[in-house]
Each structure stands twice: as C-alpha cells, then as structure tokens.
C-alpha cells in the first residue's frame, strides 16, 4: 500500500514534539542530537517530494545535472530546474536521515550496556566492543537482567531490540518490516560504502509500487520512507525509556 506523506509527517512531527530533551552533560545526549537530526531530515525530504520521487533514468535526468543547479541555489538562493534539485536533495535528506537513525539506534544499545546499572550491576562485558553482535546480545541480557531481578519493564526498549533478528540481516536477507532497522542497518552500513556497481541488486535504491518487494532495494521509495519514519519512532520512544530509567547518568 503506498503511503502519504502527510501521515509520515505526522508520525515524525509527533515524535520530535514528544522527545524529551536530555540533561546537561548525559550520556543521552549524543542520541538526542542525532535524533532531531533525523526528524528534520525526514521532514526535509517528505517536503522536498521523496515519497513521489522518480527514479527513472536517474543518470542521465537528474545526475548529469545536479551540480549546477547546487551552485546556482548557492550563489542565487533558488534554481531553475526544480524538479533535478528536489529529486536529488530529496534523496540526499533522506540517506541522512536514515544514517542518524542507524547511529542513534546503535548508540543507546552500546549506552545501555555501558553504564552501571542503578542496583549496582557493573557495565555488561562486551561494553567496550564495536561489534554489533555482541553488544545487541548484552542488551538482551541486560533487558533480561532488569526484567527479572529489577522487576521493571521496557516496552520501548524491547521494541527496538526486537528490529534486529537473532540472525544479522544480510545482502540476501527477505524484505520484513518487523525488521526495518536491521534493513536501515544494513542499508547504512554496507550497501553505502561497497564500490558502485558491485552488486546489481544494491545498485537500486527504490522499485515501483507495483511489485511485492523482495529485498529492502527493491521496496517502493513511499515503503522505504515510511519504514524509516516508523522507525524514527521506534528509536525516539527508546531513547525517552532508557533517558527516564537514568536521567542523570554521565561518562
């Protein structure tokens, strides 16, 4: 089912106006940047056009001739050709945003395990790691850990963990929006740093809106939109979940 932008720019209006704003000198605070960062990138691209966005013949219509209309919005304020402009700017607003989303994800799980819990429990052993496995396996058992013994519950937190699959999503993993940070994860992390032109599937960034999506690549660019504004959400409400568990927390 195709989406709206203006039901997308509700959820990510919504969530910014809920986001609670962090301590002065927390550890949350990182999270939080790159969140409002995101939202402002989500709405960026929304009113730029990305959920109607054109993607055919995307070389020679809108590449070949990007660069000069970013100069002449630069020395004028406006461009000529607004459709080339919104296409790519579109586009570039909403990699960026997606890009924050990752980040912030994966900076409050590695926060998470990362501080001293308020029982006294010491940081979780992987905490210093910068592998992703593992720090997604110690908030499980940290989750577990608070569940049990703290008797508190982190509907929030659980949501977000609950994105990423006990199997890391790859290149030939299903289309599954129970999953869409793994798909933002993977999206961010690999397929926009491999050489161009490595993978045929990897080098589309969207499909049409009327075929069943096989693989994120393949997902329509209004499906790709408003997985990444769900997702917004998801990380936004996780972030007020673990800022409310230790408001005061520093490095």
């Not at 049990?148 to 999503?169: G, I, M, V, W, Y």
Request: charge should be neutral.
């Amino acid at each position: 089912m195709c989406q709206t932008a203006e039901s997308d720019t509700r959820l990510v209006r919504d969530a910014l106006s809920a986001m609670g704003l962090p301590n002065a000198g927390t550890v949350w605070i990182g999270p939080h940047e790159q969140l409002h960062g995101a939202g402002f990138a989500l709405l960026a691209a929304s009113r730029l056009g990305v959920h109607r966005r054109n993607l055919s013949d995307y070389h020679a219509l809108v590449r070949t001739r990007i660069v000069q209309a970013i100069l002449e919005h630069d020395e004028l304020g406006k461009v000529t050709d607004t459709s080339v402009f919104d296409n790519a700017i579109a586009g570039f607003y909403f990699n960026a945003a997606i890009q924050r989303i990752v980040w912030a994800s994966e900076r409050l799980i590695k926060t998470f395990v990362g501080i001293p819990c308020p029982c006294g429990r010491d940081p979780e052993k992987n905490a210093a790691s910068r592998n992703f496995g593992m720090l997604l396996g110690d908030a499980k058992i940290r989750l577990g850990h608070l569940i049990s013994d703290d008797k508190k519950t982190f509907p929030a937190l659980s949501a977000l963990l609950n994105q990423f699959p006990a199997r890391e999503h790859k290149r030939e993993s299903p289309y599954d929006p129970k999953n869409a940070l793994a798909m933002l994860r993977y999206d961010v992390n690999n397929r926009k740093h491999a050489v161009y032109g490595a993978y045929a599937r990897d080098r589309k960034s969207a499909g049409s809106c009327d075929v069943q999506p096989l693989y994120w690549s393949d997902a329509p660019q209004d499906c790709q939109m408003h997985l990444a504004c769900s997702s917004f959400v998801v990380v936004c409400r996780a972030y007020d979940e673990l800022r409310d568990w230790q408001p005061d927390v520093q490095t």
